[in-house]
């Protein structure tokens, strides 16, 4: 199995003296769609900057497709491709400018990187602002400029750090399925985000970073399968002046016909279903109070959060 | 990356430098024009004509390859500095660091082009020169030459303020308050010769009398210092100033953490 990216013994100290990284090691495989999550300021920019290289490793190692960024920084950089969380291109320049300029520093030419950014400017939707200023789009949009900068020289590593952050929903969808699309291609993507929907929809595999440390690594599926108790909302025809009680199940009545219910994997639905039959209930429509994942991700950062006060 | 794909790379910062100077000629290159037309008019012609002889020459013919001179240094320093700290503030510097073009390649694409912009400011100033007096080259190499080299050296000072400046009031602190009173005090208007010998000597501490006189020796033929000593000097100012700011830009200073 080809590595597309290898992190090891990764450490970081700031200046002020702040260990952001405290020596993480984790692996992304060619062709993943892999998720690096964790809370506001676990570590995760922190652990993206060091491979991108803006920010600079206290000690440990970082290999791109076999290159160490130590040893040939300049081959590392040629396969990976960055989109930051923040805006960081300039306001004033022209839209397609940016991607041409762009491509020029990977010294591909003007005349190719011309073509290549009319292919992504229309396939990211942003053809009709090609010659306006980069100061006048949309948040949104900068944001898939910033996917189409880093498209340029056909990276085979793409980290995208929050990219639809402050996006509306229909926009996200349509930003998953061009990533979709581009990891079905063979680009491997290591995303950060803070919609866990998001990282459950289009990861395989997933790396939870708190305070510097990795607390989980493992398959997107494996993870889910540690979910032991899902709590779901249903919405029943009949309004109530209390919980009704189902043998076996934690139940909570939130509004006048509206249940709240704590399922154990190994309970299953059916048995709740009959139950819910026995006291005359109908059900008209059922959801997960949370994502699944977000429940876990909870769940691990506080389980971190309490050996440490332990 | 092969040596054409960082001709490429160094192309394109160049190409980026010269055509954000010249997308804003208002602010870039107008106004040493008219402040230089100012000089020409009420140094040269006006007080000038009173002044009478100075090295041999009339006084505008004299302040002439100085005011050309503190044209190319102040522009070549303020298109750098400003150019990479508004890199630096806007964070699209980041679209350097990530990509990879080396940091010689960096640091000569934003050199020259402020170099670009210092001698294009410099031939403004001599033709506009040409209104007022009669220019009559004595030695092309060494004008030409130590007008270039002027400009690459103070690009790559203004490269390194750029690299220190924290905020828009550190890339004028240098140019206000060192880089015009050295240029002021290089002999631009004057002679050192008129000066008592003790400030004769301090003034020879200043590096850009070097220039100036080098200058105004290649175009009049007369200087107050060795030119090729001068010649010297600026090489070896340069050599250490690139390598200084490679080394700075290697250790990331002030664009990484």
């Not at chain 1, 190994?266 to 026995?278: H, P």
């Not at chain 2, 997308?23 to 000089?39: S, V």
């Not at chain 2, 007008?147 to 390194?160: H, K, P, Q, S, Y």
């Not at chain 2, 210092?225 to 990331?252: E, P, W």
Request: proline content about 3%; overall charge neutral.
């Amino acid at each position: 199995m080809t590595l597309a990216l290898t992190v090891e013994k990764l450490h970081k100290v700031y200046g002020n003296g702040f260990e952001a990284l405290k020596e993480i090691s984790f692996d992304v495989a060619e062709g993943d769609f892999f998720a690096l999550l964790g809370p506001n300021g676990a570590g995760k920019s922190t652990t993206l900057g060091i491979v991108s290289s803006l920010v600079n490793k206290t000690s440990g190692k970082v290999s791109i497709f076999g290159i160490d960024i130590d040893d040939n920084l300049t081959g590392a950089k040629l396969n990976l491709g960055v989109v930051p969380q923040e805006f960081n291109f300039n306001m004033f320049e022209n839209v397609k400018d940016i991607l041409v300029t762009q491509a020029g520093y990977y010294g591909i030419k003007r005349s190719v990187a011309s073509e290549r950014a009319d292919y992504y400017l229309k396939k990211l939707g942003l053809w009709e602002k090609r010659n306006g200023a980069a100061r006048m789009l949309s948040g949104g949009m900068k944001r898939r400029l910033m996917i189409a900068r880093a498209l340029m020289h056909d990276p085979k590593l793409l980290i995208l750090d929050e990219p639809t952050a402050g996006v509306d929903i229909e926009l996200r969808r349509s930003m998953w399925e061009f990533l979709r699309e581009l990891n079905t291609s063979g680009t491997t993507i290591i995303l950060t985000t803070h919609y866990l929907e998001e990282a459950e929809s289009l990861c395989r595999n997933i790396a939870i970073i708190d305070k510097g440390q990795i607390i989980k690594n493992t398959s997107m599926r494996s993870l889910l399968q540690q979910l032991t108790t899902e709590t779901f909302i249903l919405d029943i025809d009949t309004s109530l002046s209390e919980a009704p009680q189902l043998d076996g199940y934690v139940v909570r009545l939130i509004a006048d016909n509206v249940l709240e219910v704590d399922v154990e994997k190994e309970q299953g639905l059916n048995s709740l279903f009959e139950r819910l039959q026995a006291h005359n209930l109908s059900v008209r429509s059922m959801r997960n109070k949370s994502n699944r994942l977000e429940e876990l991700f909870v769940s691990l950062v506080d389980k971190n959060l309490n050996q440490d006060k332990a | 990356m092969n040596a054409h794909d960082l001709f490429i790379a160094f192309w394109t910062i160049f190409r980026r430098e010269v055509r954000r100077f010249t997308r804003i000629w208002p602010q870039t290159l107008l106004p040493p024009a008219i402040t230089m037309t100012l000089y020409f008019i009420i140094f040269g012609n006006l007080i000038g004509s009173r002044i009478g002889e100075m090295g041999g020459f009339n006084y505008m013919e004299y302040i002439v390859p100085g005011l050309i001179m503190m044209s190319v240094i102040t522009n070549s320093y303020s298109n750098v500095v400003s150019s990479f700290y508004s890199t630096k503030f806007q964070r699209s510097i980041e679209e350097l660091l990530v990509s990879p073009v080396p940091n010689w390649i960096i640091l000569s694409g934003f050199v020259l082009g402020g170099v670009v912009r210092g001698l294009g400011v410099g031939l403004i100033v001599t033709l506009l020169s040409l209104f007022f007096t009669e220019l009559q080259v004595q030695n092309l190499l060494v004008t030409i030459t130590i007008v270039f080299l002027t400009a690459v050296l103070f690009a790559l000072g203004g490269f390194i303020n750029a690299v220190f400046a924290n905020s828009f009031d550190d890339i004028s602190i240098i140019p206000t308050f060192v880089l015009t009173p050295l240029t002021y005090l290089g002999g631009v208007f004057y002679s050192i010769q008129l000066l008592p010998e003790f400030w004769q000597g301090v003034s020879q501490l200043n590096p850009i009398l070097y220039m100036v006189n080098t200058f105004r020796y290649g175009i009049l033929g007369v200087s107050d210092i060795n030119v090729g000593f001068a010649f010297m000097m600026i090489l070896l100012f340069i050599g250490g100033l690139f390598s200084y700011a490679l080394y700075l830009l290697q250790n990331g200073k002030g664009i990484r953490s």
